[in-house]
T-cell receptor, first 112, second 113 residues
Framework: DAGITQSPRHKVTETGTPVTLRCHQTENHRYMYWYRQDPGHGLRLIHYSYGVKDTDKGEVSDGYSVSRSKTEDFLLTLESATSSQTSVYFC???????????FGDGTRLSIL | GENVEQHPSTLSVQEGDSAVIKCTYS??????FPWYKQELGKGPQLIIDIRSNVGEKKDQRIAVTLNKTAKHFSLHITETQPEDSAVYFCAASSPGTASKLTFGTGTRLQVTL
């Protein structure tokens, strides 16, 4: 398995609270991605990073921010969580342009 | 942007039979098409991928075919086994987009004894 650790694996929180999810990799890969997975939608890209401090928006970025201060860590923050952000969140990493993305095992987030 | 459609959403086959999952994409510039298998409680695992300069690729019981003219690609699993039961996702990406993937909505494959 690719060396990807997502934390926490499960979280339940209340509407309006801030939430930060962490993706940690041991592969020294350049690219990191955050996706959310919802029934009927497959996986949708939230944000991605192409290097330290280099990030860009994906398809469903509203309400989310990211940071990457070190190669190995990519943080996803929900500044003020809403019930519509209840989902399973996956991190993926990729080495170079001709390599595939590899996924972590996800974080199940419930916002009540 | 890219749009990927996947069919069927559910598929039930008997052990030993073949299974076929089909995807279509909208962006003619897309040039990379991976397939992922996702088991319950796990992240998607890459099982096979194909690039636009190739029409077919095989890996043991799994094969993928690509028709660039029609903009569709398919996953073929032969001699299915119970451990093939999972959700399968197709995806597509275009050059120059940091390999951002656009996923299909998934196919739940059940292999019955």
């Amino acid at each position: 398995d690719a060396g990807i650790t997502q934390s926490p694996r499960h979280k339940v929180t209340e509407t309006g609270t801030p939430v930060t999810l962490r993706c940690h990799q041991t592969e020294n890969h350049r690219y990191m991605y955050w996706y959310r997975q919802d029934p009927g939608h497959g996986l949708r890209l939230i944000h991605y990073s192409y290097g330290v401090k280099d990030t860009d928006k994906g398809e469903v970025s509203d309400g989310y921010s990211v940071s990457r201060s070190k190669t190995e860590d990519f943080l996803l923050t929900l500044e003020s969580a809403t019930s519509s952000q209840t989902s399973v969140y996956f991190c993926a990493i990729r080495d170079s342009s001709n390599q595939p993305q590899h996924f972590g095992d996800g974080t199940r987030l419930s916002i009540l | 942007g890219e749009n990927v459609e996947q069919h069927p959403s559910t598929l039930s086959v008997q052990e030993g039979d073949s299974a076929v999952i089909k995807c279509t994409y909208s962006d003619s510039a897309s040039n990379y098409f991976p397939w992922y298998k996702q088991e319950l409680g796990k992240g998607p695992q890459l099982i096979i991928d194909i690039r636009s300069n190739v029409g077919e690729k095989k890996d043991q019981r799994i094969a993928v075919t690509l028709n660039k003219t029609a903009k569709h690609f398919s996953l073929h699993i032969t001699e299915t086994q119970p451990e093939d039961s999972a959700v399968y996702f197709c995806a597509a990406s275009s050059p120059g987009t940091a390999s951002k993937l656009t996923f299909g909505t998934g196919t739940r494959l059940q292999v019955t004894l």
